[in-house]
T-cell receptor
Framework: NAGVTQTPKFQVLKTGQSMTLQCAQDMNHEYMSWYRQDPGMGLRLIHYSVGAGITDQGEVPNGYNVSRSTTEDFPLRLLSAAPSQTSVYFC?????????????FGSGTRLTVV | KQEVTQIPAALSVPEGENLVLNCSFTDSAIYNLQWFRQDPGKGLTSLLLIQSSQREQTSGRLNASLDKSSGRSTLYIAASQPGDSATYLCAVQGGKLIFGQGTELSVKP
């Protein structure tokens, strides 16, 4: 089915480890973004991309890197995991930044840093 | 800076009631507003999208309205069912998609 695919669904990391959360979409969407969801904080934007080769910071970018080498993929890298990065991470895509068709979200990655 | 507020934070109603969820935003310069549903431990499911030029959208028992000038949107759920129990999130798109904190709805049989 067309949509946004996130892997893995669950991950446990030790403090200081690095990892990459994968996000792929097959809808030829230009705009992709990463959010984290924490109790009491809602969904907060980490990084976003308006097209291949273009990325920018959101509200809470520290500790995360992104790249957009293709239209389909938008991986999120944790450089040195910290317990404060324990969260549920969602990837989303839309046709473009102004989007008149709405956003499509992946099913999320639940990350625990111990 | 755009801020989105949803009231109430939680709502419990008996089955069959009609109900209204509220969303307000501080910056009226938006492209559209989207309502999502999130079940516990799950992702976000899009319910309705209202373009900035529209006043309302309907899907089945759901009706969403948008008043840009006052910075408000409402989600009306008719004849609520236990299966409607979930957290409902509104989000405004004005270059970035900014979310409210959500309303946790519980519909009791």
């Amino acid at each position: 089915n067309a949509g946004v695919t996130q892997t893995p669904k669950f991950q446990v990391l030790k403090t200081g480890q690095s990892m990459t959360l994968q996000c792929a979409q097959d809808m030829n969407h230009e705009y992709m973004s990463w959010y984290r969801q924490d109790p009491g904080m809602g969904l907060r934007l980490i990084h976003y991309s308006v097209g291949a080769g273009i990325t920018d910071q959101g509200e809470v970018p520290n500790g995360y890197n992104v790249s957009r080498s293709t239209t389909e993929d938008f991986p999120l890298r944790l450089l040195s995991a910290a317990p404060s990065q324990t969260s549920v991470y969602f990837c989303a895509s839309s046709m473009n930044r102004q989007d008149n068709y709405g956003y499509t979200f992946g099913s999320g990655t639940r990350l625990t840093v111990v | 800076k755009q801020e989105v507020t949803q009231i109430p934070a939680a709502l419990s109603v008996p089955e069959g009631e009609n109900l209204v969820l509220n969303c307000s935003f501080t910056d009226s310069a938006i492209y559209n507003l989207q309502w999502f549903r999130q079940d516990p431990g799950k992702g976000l499911t899009s319910l309705l999208l209202i373009q900035s030029s529209q006043r309302e959208q309907t899907s089945g028992r759901l009706n969403a309205s948008l008043d840009k000038s006052s910075g408000r949107s409402t989600l009306y759920i008719a004849a609520s069912q236990p299966g409607d129990s979930a957290t409902y999130l509104c989000a405004v798109q004005g270059g970035k998609l900014i979310f409210g904190q959500g309303t946790e709805l519980s519909v009791k049989p």
